[in-house]
């Protein structure tokens, strides 16, 4: 094996595990532990991850801000996916709250291909517009103030609003979710405390996201992993 080709290998075992240690590399590449620790260095300088005792963890990142028609035209296909995975757990007559993500909004889409009928919930205007047309789903838009940075109805006065109803399920976006530590997080406190006060609401909760988002870290934790029920990516539904 070639050493880039040696690199790919473990940039793909740290993505997948979140971590590698030095003995465990050595003995699956069959080179010694000072190769390997060589290894970590050079990818640690290229910024794909960081050195620990031991081995080396995932170097956590920061997502890089668009705006919503920006968002949309990202990881198409792995959207799809997740979509296609979570309206398979909405059943007619279920009262669904869809929270602003271009995920969500993909969902709504999907939701216009099936005959369910049931009722949104929503504080993004992109998912009320998708719906508009179908009359087998009631949609209901929160009231609040349209919030243009997290372009949705967010903060206190939709928290309230949102308070009034009770959900069977809630399907939510997210900036990042951090396995070791358990935290989910968003860049907008706001809209953090929004999405809190969905999943305290809610029967059962999801969040919406592709696999890559594990390897994010946002400014706000609104939520952890105990307080959900399952996290939605394109590879699977993970409860």
Do not use: P
């Amino acid at each position: 094996m070639f050493l880039e080709e040696r690199y790919e290998k473990i940039i793909d075992m740290i993505k997948l595990n979140g971590k590698v240690k030095v003995k465990e590399l050595s003995k699956f590449f069959d080179v010694t532990e000072d190769c390997i620790r060589k290894d970590l260095k050079e990818l640690e300088n290229r910024g794909h991850l960081k050195r620990v005792y031991g081995g080396a963890i995932i170097q956590r990142d920061h997502i890089d801000l668009k705006n919503i028609d920006e968002r949309k035209n990202i990881n198409k296909k792995e959207k799809s996916l997740i979509a296609l995975k979570a309206i398979k757990l909405i059943n007619d007559e279920d009262v669904v709250f869809l929270d602003v993500s271009t995920n969500n909004l993909e969902i709504a889409k999907e939701l216009n291909k099936t005959n369910k009928k049931i009722t949104i919930i929503t504080n993004m205007i992109e998912i009320v517009w998708e719906l508009r047309l179908n009359n087998n789903i009631k949609v209901v838009s929160i009231g609040g103030e349209f919030n243009k940075k997290v372009e949705a109805i967010v903060g206190g006065a939709a928290d309230r609003y949102i308070r009034n109803f009770n959900y069977d399920k809630c399907f939510i976006g997210v900036g990042g979710v951090n396995k070791d530590t358990g935290d989910i997080s968003t860049i907008h406190l706001e809209d953090g405390d929004t999405k809190k006060t969905i999943i305290e609401c809610s029967n059962k909760s999801y969040i919406v996201m592709e696999n890559e988002k594990f390897n994010y870290d946002e400014f706000y934790k609104f939520a952890t992993i105990d307080d959900i029920t399952g996290i939605i990516t394109e590879n699977e539904i993970i409860e």
